[in-house]
Nanobody, 115 residues
Framework: QVQLVESGGGLVQAGGSLRLSCVGS????????MGWYRQAPGKQRELVARIFSGGRTNYADSVKGRFTISRDNTKNTVYLQMNSLRPEDTAVYYC?????????WGQGTQVTVSS
């Protein structure tokens, strides 16, 4: 079992920045991939960014050049640095961890970008 706890969401004006954090606990040694997803009202949950155990990263086209995913293995934490935020980035952001074929999710943190 893996437990994930997110923090760092909030309200920010367009053009601003936020940093999300996700702390993992439990069987974290089994995690292959960690990432961030988001879900806006009325829309499906979508991948924002993910980082593999070897360090490789993937980003959604809509956030490339603006968001950066990173991790600190000493703190069992994954970060999402979000710069140049836009109103369309408004969503609940969820931390995700994959262990084998099992997906684990955090409780979500709200990010609201005002125009």
């Amino acid at each position: 079992q893996v437990q994930l706890v997110e923090s760092g969401g909030g309200l920010v004006q367009a053009g601003g920045s936020l940093r999300l954090s996700c702390v993992g606990s439990g069987s974290i040694f089994s995690i292959n991939v960690m990432g961030w997803y988001r879900q806006a009202p009325g829309k499906q949950r979508e991948l924002v960014a993910r980082i593999f155990s070897g360090g490789r990263t993937n980003y959604a086209d809509s956030v490339k050049g603006r968001f950066t995913i990173s991790r600190d293995n000493t703190k069992n934490t994954v970060y999402l640095q979000m710069n140049s935020l836009r109103p369309e980035d408004t969503a609940v952001y969820y931390c995700n961890a994959v262990s084998g074929v099992v997906n684990y999710w955090g409780q979500g943190t709200q990010v609201t970008v005002s125009s």
